[in-house]
């Protein structure tokens, strides 16, 4: 399972599920880091990418 934390959420959360062995990205590391949600859920969708967010 892919994984992508959203900005509400802290880079280090990304850091520590890909170091705990989860394929895992925050959106800072694809540019998309002030990207409207709806781009972000397309891209999400697109990539097979589970969303981690707080909203």
């Known amino acids: 399972m892919k994984l992508l934390v959203d900005n509400q959420l802290p880079l280090a959360l990304a850091r520590f599920l890909a ?3 989860f394929d895992c990205q925050h959106v800072q590391d694809i540019g ?3 990207t409207d949600d709806r781009v972000i859920w397309k891209h999400a969708k697109t990539h097979g990418v589970v969303i981690v967010t707080k909203d």
């Open 19 to 21: 170091a705990s062995g």
């Open 32 to 34: 998309m880091g002030a």
